[in-house]
Each structure stands twice: as C-alpha cells, then as structure tokens.
C-alpha cells in the first residue's frame, strides 16, 4: 500500500513537472543555493534596493525636533537664540556659520566655539533612551 502510494505520488510530481516546462515556468527548489556569476551565494549579497519610508523618516524627523526643542530650554538664553536662528527649526532652512556670525554681530569663530559647546551640550541627551 504505500509504495503503491508511493508511485502515484512520483507520477503526479512528473505531470506537474512536466506542465510546468511545457508552459516556460522553471522550477526552484528551497534546498537550492543559487549563485551569482562570481561565485557568491545569493542569500549573503545584502540587499541595497531599501525600500524609503518617507512618512517613518519624516515622523521620526519630527519626534528628534521635538526632542531638540526640549533640550534647547536648558542651554542658556544667548546659545537658544543663536541655535534657533542657525538651524531655524521650524522651517528647516538652515543658515551658514557667516550669515549667523553677521546677524549677531560675532566673528565666525567665536560663532563656531558657541555652536560647538552647545551642540555638545544637546547631544548629550538625545540618545538617553526616551522619546521626548
């Protein structure tokens, strides 16, 4: 009984097999390990086609400016006001070091110096594990 099963089962497989072919379709079985010209296993390329979230990407955007805001409330009242005119967040059209240096009157290295430590400053928080 179960080689007669057995048999019916093979010739089934043969048919389908066959059918399959004759209609162009090419089979692949899951034991396969297909290989690119060079030799290299498909399964260990890593895939470089990423699919863009832009509604993610732009939600997780908006969660950091959110983080930033609350941060910049620590620093003090001179550093908020050269951050916020720098990197404008609510816009987010940032200016460059000389058109902040310009608007406050400072040279750009002392701008850069007081953007550095404040940075600093910012960034110590923003990977702390919370989200806001």
Known sequence: MKNAMS???RKGDSSF????TDHGIV??????NSVDEDGIPEIEK??????Q???????????MIQKMRNRLVMLPAREQRLLMHRYDLASLEFKTIAETAA???????YMRLIEERSL???RAGMNDGKIL
């Open 17 to 20: 097999e066959r059918q399959l």
């Open 7 to 9: 048999d019916l089962c």
């Open 27 to 32: 089979q692949v079985f899951l034991n396969d």
């Open 46 to 51: 890593v895939d470089t086609n990423r699919i």
């Open 103 to 109: 608007f406050f009157h400072l040279t750009e290295k």
């Open 53 to 63: 979230d832009t509604v993610g990407d732009e939600a997780v955007l908006r969660v």
């Open 120 to 122: 600093v400053k910012l």
